[in-house]
Nanobody, 128 residues
Framework: QVQLAESGGGLVQAGASLRLSCAASGFTFIVGAMGWFRQAPGKEREFIAAISRSGGSTYYADHVKGRFTISRDNAKNTVYLQMNSLKPEDTAVYYC?????????????????????WGQGTQVTVSS
């Protein structure tokens, strides 16, 4: 049993920065690769970034590469998403996800299917 809880969302102006956190609780030792997704109303859940179990490897969606950075601190059971130069089109509910079977990440992790655990999401709103 693993629970994920996102925090750090809010309303910001375009060009601002925001750091999201995802804290894991329960049997955190079984969590391997993790990722961040976002979903706007009426749209499908969209991949942002994934990170390996050790934090040594990352994989990003092209549209956020260079602006967003994923990281993790396993001692704190927490994954982060640093978001810079935010744009109105970044407005969405942001979710973190975890996998229990795999440690490494790659293109397959851009889909929701591999992940076993999901948080409730945190709202990010970027105004013009």
């Amino acid at each position: 049993q693993v629970q994920l809880a996102e925090s750090g969302g809010g309303l910001v102006q375009a060009g601002a920065s925001l750091r999201l956190s995802c804290a894991a609780s329960g049997f955190t030792f079984i969590v391997g690769a993790m990722g961040w997704f976002r979903q706007a109303p009426g749209k499908e859940r969209e991949f942002i970034a994934a990170i390996s179990r050790s934090g040594g490897s990352t994989y990003y969606a092209d549209h956020v590469k260079g602006r967003f950075t994923i990281s993790r601190d396993n001692a704190k059971n927490t994954v982060y998403l640093q978001m810079n130069s935010l744009k109105p089109e970044d407005t969405a509910v942001y979710y973190c996800a975890g996998d229990r079977d795999y440690s490494e990440v790659g293109p397959a992790w851009a889909r929701t299917a591999p992940y076993d655990y999901w948080g409730q999401g945190t709202q990010v709103t970027v105004s013009s």
